[in-house]
């Protein structure tokens, strides 16, 4: 057990010239959340070889002041029947010191060395500062954990429970019954019994994958012993195919060289004959090409003589197309000056400034009458397509609230607009102008739900739309005049969507509708507001008409403003109809004056107009001739051409004759060539593979003589088929293939001459291998034997261990008066599968299961730490124990459940650590032994202060 403790740099402890020392039973970190105890705690865990820390933590949430930490703990080595516990690493003194170097390496990441030494030690900074000098009690993380668990019983399963957190440890009563036998075994159980029976299951498990193997082997050597079998008998017949297949390769080769010698001759008479044939056609085309070259020089002369007259009769036709087009000009011009000058003579003169001036005049009355035309026409059109709305039932609302009721419909914002809530009621129609005109612009006051009130003042304020976005409102109770004859406008109007829309409409209650000036002046002096039919309001601030602008509430307002758009457009259809009337008359006056005007610009012009007609009247007249003097030329060209062109075709009907002689003979000619060019490569080709296959038939070993006999020898049987007919090389060849193919499929490399002797040898293997099968089998059932007595043992020891811990756990259940009992389940004989089933009863009850639901949740708490406290402690042999590390062991119980807690703590032989909420006074409690007040660091000081170590004086005092 832990003898004392101290710290270096580890949270914000204070170093301190004495260790802490620790109590033998009980010890407690007391004090609120956040002052240290599970900083200490850890630390403490550290040393027992923990590598988690309390919620999740790591170094750095401890080594804050420094790049280091020390923590040192000194162990009690007392002798424990005769033997002490650091024995086995042989540590002899009274007292064993482990330290635990917490530092950055270079790589800047956390690292810990373990120091054990034998006796007392408790230099902690000159370990960090001068670590070399301690190689000797240096130990790696693995070394120190084997050295824990082989000296005081700390495993790995004691540390997976020193890491339970209160949550853990409390639900540990829930666990399963084979959850249960699990911990308890991990914890109480011998591991040599388990370790020694899975061993001795683990060699027979390889026995018996050897008999399988030697069973595959055996079952390989039988298949391999018929297949070689069958190889020897397929080799035999192999042998046989290949001396066929020699003996057809050397007819073949004989024949073949027959036919390429046969082929040879017949190929070079061809070659001759055409030789002969192609020289004959050679010469014709010569012949034939002197005469056509004669008559082409024939031809070029004429087509020279047809080119100059040619060009001769192109120039003329283009002088005549140019005379014509220049006559045919002058004459059209001729025309337009002579009905120029006849009407010129007929125009009466006047005053050009006067017809300016009047130009002028008539110009800007045009310009005014259109723009006066533009503007009605853009009326006209808005009220078209205004009436066409009206007709659709399209609310006449101004474009302002038209795009922005669009765009929330688009953003799926729900609204309601005022003007769609509202409609005069029939009997009130000679009223809806002078209501809407006191409502104003308040009728595009658009309402929506608060979950949408700032994404529409977003869109307004982006589209600036000016009536107001408003909330839903509900109606206040108004007091409302009772001594007013006359109707109020809210009771002229019926309201829907009342619950959202009528608290804006209160106001209306106290403003009356009256027929004339005089009826409203009396209730003006009364201070009461009223409007009349004609829109004049009047209230304490005197009297204001107002103008409605579009009347757009209810279907009375629509077909109000039907009636009045209907009639406005007839009008302005009148008016656009006489300002396209006079539009077209000015028109017509402003034309008559620009032509006036032209026409005294142009009689001004007659001297020189009636000069220009005389001298075109005498170049159309040189035209003329020169015109018939050169058709004349052209004419006499043109029958010469038409002579010279005859010529010509007759020469090359006679030249185009010959071209046709001479391209059939040159064909000719040229595919005696080609046969010659083909028949030459195939006698190279067939001299070459005669050549080949002489030396085919020489490495046959025939001689000279032999071979000048094949011819001969083809004539015999063996070249022959059933019919007597000669066999081909190629009817051979594929007779050789199929031999070849047989021969091939009856080939295995495997397979030799050695093949015989071989199937004796594997014939002896199979015998071996057979005997070798039976003696593996008889090893397999002593391994099977020694197994079932290992796992008798195993069982045994089970046995033992889970009755003690049963016994254990009702001597803990007597401390607290309770009855508890408990029993082992062997569910399989497998011990991987048993349970162990616990039952307890409080306060004078029957024992229930502990996993039930009749615990409450005090007594659950309980009895988990008495689960884990029972497998933990083992009075019976007097050995000593781990020590034991937990959480607020006292939380979520009520005071005296705690009370029992402790007792359990106190019986047992176990050191505990725990921690404890300074919630209540320590004077009620007697079972913690020592308590170390904890606190939290003052700000601007780096360290807490040092614990305050209470000793229990007694049992019933601190």
Known sequence: MIKDFSTVFWGHLPMTKEPYKAHEKVNAFVGPSGHGKTTIWDGLRLMLGASHFESKRTFSFYVQKSNWAVVRVAFNNFSVNGIRPFEPVRKFKEEVTACCRIYKNDQKSWSRDYYLFDGKFYDLADLQLNSKAYSEAYLNVSEYLHILEECLGVTKEFRNLMAMNPDNVREVVNSSPHELFDLVFNLKGTKDYKKRYDESKQ????????????????????????????????????????????????????????????????????????????????????????????????????????????????????????????????????????????????????????????????????????????????????????????????????????????????????????????????????????????????????????????????????????????????????????NVSYPSIRSAINISHREKVEGYMGRLNNVYLVETVEEGHDLQAKGIESITLEGLLQDEDGAIHLKYHTLCCGKLAIDEEIKETKELLNEKEKIVNELEDSISKQESELGEVNSAINNQKLLARLPDLENSYHLLREESTKLSVLIDDTTKEKDKVKHELVENRNKERKIGAVQSGLAEERARSLQKAEDLLKQHTDLHEKFSYLTSITEQALTEVQALGLSDDEIEFISYDVQGSAFRNQQGDLFTSKELQNRLNELLEEKRKLYDNSVSEEIVRLVEAQQGQVELLAQNLRNLKEDRDKLERTCDDLLYQFRNHIKEIMKNYITEFENLADLLKASAKGRLVEVTPEPETWEIQLFIGYDGKEPVAVDGPHLSSGQKACTSLMILLAALSDNQKGTTTPIMFLDEPKARVDDERGNEIGQLLQVTNIQYFITHQQGESLKTIDWIDHAFTCSASEPGKEFAHPLILKKRASRSHW
Request: overall charge negative; hydrophobic content about 35%; glycine content about 2%.
């Open 203 to 482: 060699r027979l498990g390889v026995q018996e994958l050897a008999i399988e193997q030697a069973e595959e082997e055996m079952d390989q050597a039988k298949n391999r012993f018929e297949v070689t079998s069958q190889k020897a008998e397929k080799f035999r017949l192999y042998q046989e195919k290949e001396i066929e297949v020699e003996r057809t390769e050397i007819i073949l080769k004989k024949l073949e060289y027959f036919e390429f010698q046969e082929e040879l001759k017949s190929t070079k008479e061809e070659m001759d004959r055409v030789e002969k044939t192609g020289r004959f056609e050679s010469d014709k085309v010569n012949e034939i090409t002197v005469k056509f070259n004669v008559k082409q020089k024939e031809i070029e002369q004429l087509i020279l003589e047809s080119d100059r007259l040619g060009d001769i009769e192109e120039q003329a036709n283009q002088d005549i197309t140019q005379y014509t087009v220049d006559k045919a000009r002058i004459d059209t011009q001729i025309e337009e000056i002579d009905e120029q000058i006849n009407c010129l003579k007929q125009i009466e003169p006047q005053n050009v400034d006067y017809l300016n001036e009047l130009k002028e005049m008539l110009t800007a009355d045009l310009e005014q009458t259109k723009l006066d035309y533009s503007q009605v026409k853009t009326e006209l059109v808005h009220l078209k397509r205004k009436f066409s709305d009206l007709e659709k039932n399209l609310v006449p609302y101004k474009e302002e609230a038209k795009k922005f009721r669009q765009t929330l419909v688009e953003n799926h914002i729900p609204f309601i607009m005022l003007a769609d809530a509202i409609s005069v009621k029939p009997e009130m129609k000679s009223w809806q102008k002078a209501i809407e005109s006191y409502i104003g612009n308040n009728r595009y006051r658009i309402i929506v739900e608060p979950d949408n009130y700032l994404s529409a003042k977003k869109i307004q304020q982006e589209i600036r739309y000016g009536a107001r976005v408003s909330l839903p409102k509900k109606e206040k109770v108004l007091s409302i005049r009772k």
